[in-house]
Structures are given as structure tokens and as C-alpha cells.
């Protein structure tokens, strides 16, 4: 269902930018100027594993162990610099939610652009708006602009589009704390709905008991390279003692 074989990403950081007119004004007398060579940051460093159908695997590591890119990779929103990436279904990622709305727009025209985004069509979205609306909790928001939302509104808006349909391969970066507590417990109930129902998940948490609850086996990253892969609660267990040591 999803298969890595050999992946890295590059960033280049430390890439000078002279915006300011101070600057400007500051290096237009400086007779040699030595420009800093853009910094190499690999995020991800030879990374292969595969992921068979139906599984619910959880990413664990600390901020920065390449987590986040690493979802971004497989749903298809980066390249990876070198390496090959294999998705054997459709995807619903659910990264960081809202991305993809216009603030200006009310949540009703957003609820069909950001459906839009996600590849579903107008009819699709007419026969699941009553859906999306209820589950979210925001029918008597529907008009208001979603520049006047909270983040946990925003988030709710999101997370009740991206799960309108049952994909065969969820992307979830850390989903499971969008909205207050009832609504919590609600998008864990929609996600295990759709795990009993044989999709596929890469799930991102730093709740170690979240991941637990819900994932078949790890994958702990480390400065973008894989540490351990294999049964979560004994993989857990060690990557908590390890931060405690």
C-alpha cells in the first residue's frame, strides 16, 4: 500500500535575503561582501519501510526527527531529493488543517473550495454538506467569514471536509487534538470508524498513549533516520525512557 525505499529530503537554510532598506544602504558600502553559502539540513536521511494495507502505523520522534516531512513525502505534497515513494490507493491527508482555506471566504464557500482542493466534486460536496456542517458544530457560522474563527473552529471546519468520504489511505498529523475535548473524542470516534473500516493510517502524535490506543506497530525517527520499526507499545516504551534519560 505505501512503500519507501531509500528517501531523503534536503532543505537549504541559511540562504541570505536582503530585504530591508537598511541593508541595502549597509552593503552598498561594503567593498567585499562574501556571500554565505546556502546550509545543507537533511530532514529525512535513507528511510525505507513499507506499510501493507489496513495497517495503522504511528510516527513517533522528537521536534525536528522529520515527522511532518515525512508525511508531506508520502501524500505527495514534497519530492523527496532522492529515494522512491510507492501509494497503492487514494489519499486524505490531514496536515495541518485549514491550510488550503481562504480567510476572506465564509465557511459555506469555503466548505466547497477546500472540497475542491481535496479532489471531491460539487455533487459529492452538495449530497455530504448537511454532513460536514453537522459534524463540525457550526451551522450557525456557516455565513460568517472564517477569518472571525477560532483556530479550534477552523481546525473543526477542516478536519469534518477532510473526512467527508472514507479514503483508502489516511495522512493524520496530529488530528486528535483539533477542537475542545467533546469534539476530541468525536474525530477519534470518526478515525477509528475509518480504521475498523480498512483504511489505511500514518498517524503523527506526541501522545505516546494516543498512539498506542490506535496504531498496529512505530516507526521511531531520529534526526531523520529510522531508529526502530516494529510493535508499539514495547517501541513507545523505550522512546519514552530514552527522553527521560
Known amino acids: 500500500m505505501i512503500e519507501l525505499k531509500n528517501v531523503s529530503m ?3 537554510l541559511g540562504i541570505e535575503k536582503n530585504n530591508s532598506l537598511k541593508e541595502t544602504f549597509i552593503h ?8 554565505k553559502k546556502p546550509e545543507e539540513f537533511w530532514a529525512l536521511k535513507d528511510v525505507s519501510f513499507k506499510i501493507k494495507k489496513g495497517e495503522v502505523v504511528g510516527l513517533i520522534g522528537t521536534n525536528g526527527a522529520g515527522k511532518s516531512t515525512m508525511l508531506k513525502v508520502v501524500s505527495g505534497v514534497m519530492k523527496p531529493t532522492t529515494g ?3 501509494v497503492g490507493g487514494v489519499i486524505s491527508p ?3 488543517l485549514g491550510a ?9 464557500e469555503n466548505i466547497y473550495l477546500n472540497g475542491a482542493v481535496l479532489g471531491y466534486s460539487k455533487k459529492f460536496l452538495d449530497e455530504k454538506f448537511d454532513e460536514i456542517v453537522e459534524f463540525s458544530e457550526l451551522r450557525d457560522f456557516l ?3 472564517v477569518k472571525n474563527f477560532s483556530s479550534g473552529m477552523t481546525a473543526k471546519l477542516a478536519f469534518s471536509i477532510s473526512t467527508a468520504v472514507n479514503p483508502e489511505i489516511l495522512i493524520v498529523d496530529e488530528i486528535l487534538s483539533v477542537g475542545d475535548i467533546k469534539f476530541q473524542e468525536k474525530s477519534k470516534n470518526k478515525m477509528m470508524e475509518m480504521i475498523h473500516g480498512g483504511t ?9 498513549q494516543a498512539i498506542k490506543d490506535i496504531c498496529t506497530k512505530v516507526i521511531w525517527l531520529d534526526h531523520g533516520k529510522i531508529v526502530k520499526i516494529g510493535d508499539t507499545e ?3 516504551n523505550e522512546y519514552y525512557d530514552s527522553l527521560m534519560k
Open 94 to 96: 490531514m496536515i495541518e
Open 10 to 12: 534536503k532543505f537549504n
Open 234 to 236: 514495547e517501541i513507545c
Open 200 to 208: 489505511t493510517v500514518l498517524y503523527v502524535s506526541h501522545s505516546l
Open 143 to 145: 455565513d460568517v467569514p
Open 28 to 35: 552598498f558600502f561594503e567593498f567585499k561582501k562574501k556571500k
Open 100 to 108: 488550503g482555506f481562504d480567510m476572506d471566504l465564509t465557511a459555506r
Open 84 to 86: 522512491t515513494v510507492k
